[in-house]
């Protein structure tokens, strides 16, 4: 199996540089991909510009699933393993997720997502063992026969990148998933414990005008996530004067104080997308189960509820939105 393997430069990569005082890339990428060899995985390196978790763009974002596309251009490579990381993983998950889907389902090949959460001169360190675990998933038969994904593997556990979460900030399990991983690395191989879902048609059908400009028409758009607290105030003006969309963090299932649903509609709801979702990490962002007309008086309003929005975290319903709006308004 021939693996692609992308790097952009991570923890998995830095050691601490006494001159500096800093953390600095400090391990080579072939380096730490010739501690991680897989038997039978025919691997080939491409280093992406470095740029640190804290730093990604979702230029670099579009880069990563160009590089993916071409790889599976022709059946170069059978799949891709991306070296990212951590700091915001899931963020980039999710967005090759909803970029590289049906790809990735028409050509049966799997993206899979790594990193470290300790760096490469810590004892201990997960750096080889995860880059090792993704590549056995990557060359996986088992996996490919399931359908195409984007995976992330952490800590033994094989997560849907559709799914997963950065649910601590510091421990080597700190990535999670609900309802829980796909899969585990057990005793050397994959073990699958379901199949991805089918994709989901999440953005319109982009023209071919679109993807040779998709990174500049990403970087453009400029979408706001606000947290909604308790006694929360309102918005700044001169913030919403500024932005393309915005995504409202609410309570609960969602709950937003009548202040600011006053301060928004119709004055704004009308100027640009402002997506109302749950501040929790898992569950939806309204409930006409049990608050029956919960979601009707937020749409009453304009305000966005539906349209693939209804389970996304607010990271995750910002990085929707942003793709949309750079599909739609590219031109």
């Known amino acids: 199996m021939r693996v692609l393997v992308i790097t952009l430069g991570a923890t998995a990569l830095q050691k601490f540089d006494e001159a500096s005082g800093t953390m600095q890339l400090g391990l080579a990428p072939?380096?730490?991909?010739?501690?991680a060899a897989v038997e039978g995985c025919d691997t080939q390196l491409e280093q992406l510009p470095v740029r640190s978790g804290a730093e990604l763009t979702l230029a670099t974002v579009a880069r990563i699933?160009?590089?993916?596309?071409?790889?599976l251009c022709g059946d170069k490579f059978g799949a891709c393993v991306l070296l990212i990381g951590t700091d915001t993983l899931e963020e980039a998950a999710f967005l090759l997720h909803l970029m590289l889907a049906v790809a990735?389902?028409?050509?049966?090949?799997?993206?899979?997502?790594?990193g470290a959460m300790l760096p490469a001169d810590q004892l201990g360190s997960d750096n080889a063992k995860n880059l090792r675990d993704a590549l056995m998933v990557a060359s996986s038969t088992v996996m490919r026969q399931l359908g195409g994904a984007a995976l992330v593997v952490m800590n033994d556990d094989i997560h849907?990148?559709?799914?997963?979460?950065?649910?601590?900030?510091?421990?080597?399990?700190?990535?999670?998933s609900h309802p829980g991983p796909i899969g585990q690395l057990r005793s050397g191989e994959p073990c699958c414990y379901f199949a991805p879902p089918p994709p989901q048609p999440w953005l319109p059908a982009p023209d071919a005008a679109f993807q040779t400009v998709l990174a500049a028409a990403l970087e453009r758009q400029r979408v706001a996530i606000w947290t909604v607290t308790a006694s929360a105030s309102l918005i700044p003006d001169g913030l919403l004067a500024e932005l393309d969309g915005l995504v409202l963090a609410g309570s609960?299932?969602?709950?937003?104080?009548?202040?600011?649903?006053d301060q928004l509609s119709p004055a704004w709801t009308a100027r640009l997308p402002i997506v109302i979702c749950s501040r929790c990490g898992v569950g939806r962002n309204s409930d006409d189960w049990l608050y029956r007309g919960s979601r009707q008086k937020y749409e009453s309003r304009g305000f966005v509820l539906g349209g693939g929005y209804e389970h996304l975290n607010p990271l995750q319903a910002r990085s929707l939105l942003v793709l949309r709006l750079a599909a739609l308004g590219h031109a």
């Open 252 to 261: 609960g299932s969602g709950s937003v104080p009548q202040a600011v649903i």
């Open 160 to 176: 849907l990148a559709q799914y997963v979460c950065k649910a601590d900030s510091q421990l080597i399990g700190a990535f999670q």
């Open 30 to 35: 072939n380096e730490l991909l010739a501690q």
């Open 65 to 71: 699933r160009d590089a993916v596309l071409g790889a």
């Open 104 to 114: 990735l389902r028409q050509a049966g090949s799997s993206l899979v997502i790594t």
